[in-house]
């Protein structure tokens, strides 16, 4: 089976991502479309990384509950945009390499990225990184940031509840209402090997019987990643879901893109 993993990060001098390796550059991307059981790769970097210069406490817990900051740094967000754009431009070709994004909200549900790069994008992953209070507060917590994100024509709900499983089990009703919420948003769900949680094959099942887009992510950091496709495998056979039933996401580019990029 050939695989496709919409979620993706670097780590090279360009620093687009700061979590990745810096030996993770597009070229080990295209390497593994010639080498491995690949198909297709989007580069989703962290949309926060061209907001905050890496020393400035880019993380989005840090600035969830000063939305403000995402604009504190100005020249440095113009100028690592235009960076980004130009290597997008340059190394995906919207048909085996995709340009995408990492996003996600503060509290008043800012977004970390910039409407005017929509366009530009094939992919916009929308993920809750953070989530505020104590753990017996993250249900409420999560559908808040849920709600919030779903306002924005993102296209993949990323490992969508990773967060809320450091505070224990996911609960059954929230599994259900959450991808509700993401049917109804006409958006795929993710199921991503960076992180495993327990209730990942329970997720496919139900997104499955709803109807529901998956999008399959890597969310590679590091080269030894990429074998991970092994755990998508594991998940299918788990979830008892028959492979031919799985909606598989493929990117439909909302608006036309940009003839040229201005900087």
Same mark, same amino acid.
């Given at each position: 089976?050939?695989?496709?993993?919409?979620? /993706?990060?670097?780590?090279?001098?360009?620093? $687009?991502?700061?979590?990745?390796?810096?030996?993770?550059?597009? @070229?080990?991307?295209?390497?593994?479309?010639?080498?491995?059981?690949?198909? +297709?790769?989007?580069?989703?970097?962290?949309? $926060?990384?061209?907001? $905050?210069?890496?020393?400035?406490?880019?993380?989005?817990?840090?600035?969830?509950?000063?939305?403000?900051?995402?604009? #504190?740094?100005?020249?440095?967000?113009?100028?690592?945009?235009?960076?980004?754009?130009?290597?997008?431009?340059?190394?995906?070709?919207? #048909?085996?390499?995709?340009?995408?994004?990492?996003?996600?909200?503060?509290?008043?549900?800012?977004?970390?990225?910039?409407?005017?790069?929509?366009?530009?994008?094939?992919?916009?992953?929308?993920?809750?990184?953070?989530?505020?209070?104590?753990?017996?507060?993250?249900?409420?917590?999560?559908?808040?940031?849920?709600?919030?994100?779903?306002?924005?024509?993102? @296209?993949?709900?990323?490992?969508?509840?990773?967060?809320?499983?450091?505070?224990?089990?996911?609960?059954?009703?929230?599994?259900?209402?959450?991808?509700?919420?993401?049917?109804? +948003?006409?958006?795929?769900?993710?199921? /991503?090997?960076?992180?495993?949680?327990?209730?990942?094959?329970?997720?496919?099942?139900?997104?499955?019987?709803?109807?529901?887009?998956?999008? $399959?992510?890597? @969310?590679?950091?590091?080269?030894?990643?990429?074998?991970?496709?092994?755990?998508?495998?594991?998940?299918?056979?788990?979830?008892?879901? @028959?492979?031919?039933?799985?909606?598989?996401?493929?990117?439909?580019?909302? /608006?036309?893109?940009?003839?040229?990029?201005?900087?």
């Amino acid at each position: 089976m050939l695989w496709s993993s919409w979620h /993706n990060h670097t780590g090279d001098g360009q620093q $687009f991502s700061y979590c990745a390796d810096p030996d993770m550059t597009p @070229d080990v991307y295209r390497r593994a479309l010639r080498t491995g059981p690949w198909q +297709a790769f989007a580069l989703t970097e962290h949309a $926060f990384a061209l907001a $905050f210069p890496p020393d400035k406490q880019p993380w989005p817990h840090q600035w969830y509950h000063q939305p403000e900051r995402l604009w #504190e740094y100005r020249t440095f967000r113009e100028d690592k945009t235009a960076q980004y754009l130009e290597r997008m431009a340059k190394v995906c070709d919207g #048909e085996r390499i995709f340009s995408g994004l990492e996003v996600e909200v503060a509290c008043d549900g800012t977004l970390s990225m910039e409407s005017l790069l929509w366009p530009y994008l094939d992919v916009v992953i929308g993920s809750i990184h953070y989530l505020p209070g104590e753990h017996a507060d993250y249900c409420d917590a999560h559908i808040d940031q849920l709600n919030s994100l779903l306002r924005y024509p993102i @296209d993949i709900l990323g490992h969508p509840f990773r967060e809320l499983s450091h505070a224990g089990p996911v609960p059954v009703e929230i599994i259900d209402e959450t991808l509700r919420r993401a049917k109804g +948003a006409g958006i795929a769900i993710e199921i /991503n090997a960076h992180m495993p949680i327990d209730c990942d094959a329970e997720v496919l099942a139900r997104a499955v019987r709803m109807g529901l887009q998956v999008a $399959f992510g890597l @969310d590679a950091h590091h080269r030894h990643e990429l074998p991970l496709y092994s755990y998508f495998e594991q998940v299918i056979d788990q979830s008892g879901v @028959d492979p031919s039933e799985i909606k598989l996401f493929h990117p439909v580019r909302r /608006n036309p893109k940009p003839r040229a990029l201005i900087r």
